[in-house]
């Protein structure tokens, strides 16, 4: 079916940053929204960005102004550029992506910004 490969994550001091990649293999309908989701322990999951097909984008308010999504259509590909990290952003990222009826995840990839 679909897989989703994530891969960028690693630890970094606050204030540095860190460009994920997630790169997607399988039937994919060409219009669909891929986004980056996080779950740090004993949080709940929640979304950081999410990008359309078209180009439009949505962030939490808590990463705005300092994290960039973006994705390359004809590889099927989406990137999180991540700035001015801090400590609160430590968590296992998750890949998404979801077309029609379906909603594909990533294993996810750890991020770990130390104080």
């Known amino acids: 079916q679909v897989q989703l490969v994530e891969s960028g994550g690693g630890l970094v001091q606050a204030g540095g940053s860190l460009r994920l990649s997630c790169a997607a293999s399988?039937?994919?309908?060409?219009?669909?929204?891929m986004g980056w989701y996080r779950q740090a322990p004993g949080k709940q999951r929640e979304l950081v960005a999410s990008?359309?097909?078209?180009?439009?984008?949505n962030y939490a308010d808590s990463v705005k102004g300092r994290f960039t999504i973006s994705r390359d259509n004809a590889k099927i590909t989406v990137y999180l550029q991540m700035n001015s990290l801090k400590p609160e952003d430590t968590a296992v990222y998750y890949c998404n992506v979801r077309y029609l009826m379906y909603d594909y995840w990533g294993q996810g990839t750890q991020v770990t910004v130390s104080s």
């Open positions: 399988g039937k994919i309908f060409s219009m669909n929204v």
């Open positions: 990008i359309s097909s078209g180009g439009s984008t």
